[in-house]
Nanobody, 124 residues
Framework: EVRLVESGGGLVQAGGSLRLSCAASGFTFDDYAIGWFRQAPGKEREGFSC????????YYRDSVKGRFTISIDNAKTAVYLEMNSLKPEDTAVYYC?????????????????WGQGTLVTVSS
């Protein structure tokens, strides 16, 4: 079965750090665009970071630039999101998603694989 498995969410104080993982199960991330999305209570799901496995290009939304880092392992079996200087407004359910042969993560409808989500709660 082809699926994405996220892990690493939890409760952290403001200013703290968390590392999320998105593991590819049943396939590898060879020639994929992989993005991180989040949905806060009462808000729409938003994309905030993306990486393309063919060239390693990355994208960050301004709200997380300089605090979050997306990376992919050499075997292309997992994508990571290092989150530092967390703020209460970062509280959300975080999802990873993947688009085969995608060049970016801008259009959520193109991302054919989605993880189950992991909750990140940042306390003030």
């Amino acid at each position: 079965e082809v699926r994405l498995v996220e892990s690493g969410g939890g409760l952290v104080q403001a200013g703290g750090s968390l590392r999320l993982s998105c593991a590819a199960s049943g396939f590898t991330f060879d020639d994929y665009a992989i993005g991180w999305f989040r949905q806060a209570p009462g808000k729409e799901r938003e994309g905030f970071s993306c990486i393309t496995s063919r060239d390693g290009n990355t994208y960050y939304r301004d709200s997380v630039k300089g605090r979050f880092t997306i990376s992919i392992d050499n075997a292309k079996t997992a994508v990571y999101l290092e989150m530092n200087s967390l703020k209460p407004e970062d509280t959300a359910v975080y999802y990873c998603a993947a688009d085969y042969r995608g060049s970016d993560c801008a259009t959520q409808a193109y991302l054919e694989l989605w993880g189950q989500g992991t909750l990140v709660t940042v306390s003030s």
